[in-house]
């Protein structure tokens, strides 16, 4: 059974930053594209960012290009660094596999989903 566990959540001040980690229990993880969605109260689930089986390609949300790195290591963890937090990033944080990086950035298309982390930021 393929689990994601995430992790890394936390509180922290604007300005702050805070490491995210999945573990995957991918057999083949080196062959799925993987992805961090968020979702904040009242609102959608909303594409972070993404990066290839590879690691060799990444995507981000505009809001969160510059302040936000996706990475991956052999190990079966995908990481989100992020930087320079604002309030606005306050949500519950969810990494996502997907077989297809040019599809993992939609929601419907994601094969497989993290448990979720919460993320508050205060000002």
């Known amino acids: 059974q393929v689990q994601l566990v995430d992790s890394g959540g936390g509180l922290v001040q604007a300005g702050g930053s805070l490491r995210l980690s999945c573990v995957a229990s991918?057999?083949?993880?080196?062959?799925?594209?993987m992805g961090w969605f968020r979702q904040a109260p009242g609102k959608e689930r909303e594409f972070v960012a993404a990066?290839?089986?590879?690691?060799?390609?990444t995507y981000y949300a505009e809001s969160v290009k510059g302040r936000f790195t996706i990475t991956r290591d052999n190990a079966k963890t995908v990481y989100l660094q992020m930087n320079s937090l604002k309030p606005m990033d306050t949500a519950v944080y969810y990494c996502a596999a997907d077989v297809v990086y040019e599809k993992i950035r939609v929601e419907v298309n994601v094969d497989y989903w993290g448990q979720g982390t919460q993320v508050t930021v205060s000002s």
């Open positions: 991918l057999r083949t993880f080196s062959m799925y594209a």
């Open positions: 990066i290839s089986g590879s690691g060799g390609r």
